[in-house]
């Protein structure tokens, strides 16, 4: 079925059948991840992640040397998914019982329904763009969409991840308490803007520098892209966020009604640029996609609207409470970036200029916090220094 929606290429057959074997592999680790999370342990979840990108990464560049083409991508996410799993069971002291509790079963079910209908609509939207993109544009168009949503996922999806298993067992402790829950949303609105605003704005910023470091001018077709997805992931994130609070508070069934919000507006999105879709010029072959991007920009700030309305009322706080939470760090993320861009007419070398546009970009947005006074920005200078410097 997926061979025949992309031109019947008979060679997607066996590729599909064994990468899709990490679905089964990373299924194996998720009582163990929990488990760490839940306890806030999330070291050796971190060097989980980091020796199984480590070892598949090593293994798939051998085996691209060694001529393997695409299975090489493949056996890199089998051997990612494998290594991660076998850490955590060795380092997780934890052995299933092998018999079933129905009534634990009926007692997460009220949450967990909720939590599973959200994420599958989730990991549905996700994925169907490549879908689209390859029925309508062809292959040649996918190819750069897929280059750019591999790498800006990479970083939306570790600030998604950070901030949505790191906050929820926290906030959970206060949702009997109204008014400490209200103080901890409005600490970590400000903490996730503080982080989010500079990691996707910087990334926008040092695209074209940092794609021709890594991959030269090949690839320079998927650069507008890259920023458009980053652009689209701020309000992901915060998103994300948002519907952890309605998560904590135990409404679960209310993310349902979000993510059904945001896949309607995304198919909204989509039925208005359809037409559009398979555009492309001898200078721009993502001409179509860029517009389709656009589109779900578009989806994604209705669907951040919504969720922060909701949220913010659960939460005993009003929408412009939460929303000024993160404002200042927006205004001075994109006064930083906007200085930093300008850096492009100083050096013709892409690592210079990468450093470059990251160092004083960083350095201008910390300075501007400082002048403002942030006390969020505070409170992580004095971790650091307690931590490491003694």
């Known amino acids: 079925l997926i061979a025949r929606i992309f031109q019947n290429d008979l060679r997607i057959i066996p590729v599909a059948r064994v990468a899709l074997l990490a679905f089964v592999i990373n299924a194996t680790a998720i009582v163990q991840t929990n488990r ?133 067992p926290a906030l959970s402790q206060f949702q009997d308490d109204p008014r400490r829950f209200a103080a901890s949303t409005a600490k970590m609105n400000r903490f996730t803007s503080y982080l989010l605003f500079p990691c996707c704005g910087l990334a926008i910023t040092v695209t074209t520098a940092l794609f021709h ?88 700030v209705l669907t951040w609207g919504v969720t922060l309305v909701v949220a913010s009322r659960l939460s005993g706080r009003n929408a412009w409470q939460f929303a000024s939470d993160s404002l200042p760090y927006a205004a001075t993320a994109l006064i930083s970036v906007t200085l930093a861009s300008m850096l492009t007419w100083l050096t013709g070398s892409p690592l210079l200029l990468t450093v470059g546009q990251l160092l004083i970009g960083g350095a201008i947005y910390m300075g501007l916090n400082k002048i403002a006074g942030s006390r969020i920005q505070s409170e992580v200078i004095g971790h650091f220094r307690s931590r490491f410097i003694r």
């Open 36 to 168: 760490l999370m839940k306890r806030m342990q999330v070291k050796m979840i971190t060097v989980s992640n980091a020796l199984g990108l480590i070892i598949s990464s090593v293994a798939a560049i051998w085996m691209a040397v060694e001529g393997m083409g695409v299975w090489a991508l493949v056996w890199q996410t089998l051997m990612l998914s494998a290594v991660k799993s076998i850490i955590l069971w060795t380092t997780g002291h934890w052995t299933p019982l092998f018999r079933i509790s129905l009534r634990s079963l009926k007692g997460f079910f009220k949450v967990g329904s909720g939590m599973m209908g959200g994420a599958f609509l989730n990991i549905l939207f996700k994925n169907i763009y490549a879908f689209i993109i390859g029925m309508r544009a062809g292959v040649l168009p996918l190819s750069y969409y897929t280059q750019a949503d591999k790498w800006s996922n990479m970083g939306i999806s570790s600030l998604t991840a950070i901030f949505t298993q790191s906050f929820l």
């Open 213 to 300: 470091l890594c991959f030269g001018p090949k690839w320079d077709a998927a650069i507008y892209l890259f920023q458009l997805l980053m652009l689209r992931g701020i309000f992901t994130v915060l998103s994300s966020l948002y519907n952890n609070y309605i998560l904590a508070l135990g409404r679960s069934r209310l993310i349902v009604v979000t993510e059904l919000l945001r896949d309607s507006a995304a198919l909204i999105a989509i039925a208005l640029t359809w037409p559009f879709i398979a555009l492309e010029t001898a200078e721009d072959p993502t001409l179509g996609i860029a517009i389709l991007l656009w589109g779900q920009i578009g989806a994604s």
